[in-house]
């Protein structure tokens, strides 16, 4: 198991460049130390970007490792996920756990039925937007808690 902590990292981004308030996004980093770093940048009301940190106990990191395992995303290509559009919204997940070492972009997923289950890749699709999902709904959720800050869920 100590082995394997130096081979985990996990990136999550949502956001677009080209929007009417510049490069608005929000980001989810955790290192293989269980150091989780959180950004959010949104220039809604000339707001100011949000940073925060926070360390994981093993235990936690462990947990989303097993989600990361047990959602099976390791098997799958976005090879046909819908590329996303110069400024457009865009998702970007990158995961490295153990020998394993993917990089996804696609275009964001706004309806479960019209983007994912009439894409080419329906399956895979539909097993990146549940697994982002849950690493969203725990990651803001930690982030919530450690601070008493109410996490933009983008």
């Keep these: 198991m100590s082995g394997e902590i130096d081979e985990f990292y996990l ?3 949502v956001g677009h460049s080209h929007g009417i308030f510049g490069h608005e996004f929000v980001e ?12 959010n940048n949104s220039n809604y009301k000339h707001d100011q970007m949000i940073r ?15 989600i990361i395992r047990e959602s099976e995303i390791t098997k799958a290509d ?4 819908k590329e996303p559009k110069e400024g457009s919204r865009r998702q970007e997940l990158e995961i490295k756990i153990g020998n394993e070492h993917i990089a996804f972009t696609c275009a964001e997923i706004n309806s479960l039925r019209k983007d994912v289950e ?14 982002t ?11 919530s808690v450690h601070f008493n800050q109410k996490s933009i869920f983008a």
Aim: overall charge negative.
């Design 28 to 39: 989810y980093e955790l290192s293989p130390s269980g150091k989780l770093r959180y950004a």
């Design 52 to 66: 925060k940190e926070v360390f994981l106990s093993p235990a936690v990191v462990e947990e989303i490792k097993r």
């Design 118 to 131: 009439e894409s080419d890749d329906p399956e895979g699709l539909k097993t990146f937007y549940y697994l």
């Design 133 to 143: 999902q849950d690493l969203k709904s725990i990651l803001c959720s930690l982030i």
């Design 11 to 13: 990136r999550y981004y």
């Design 78 to 81: 976005d090879a046909n996920w």
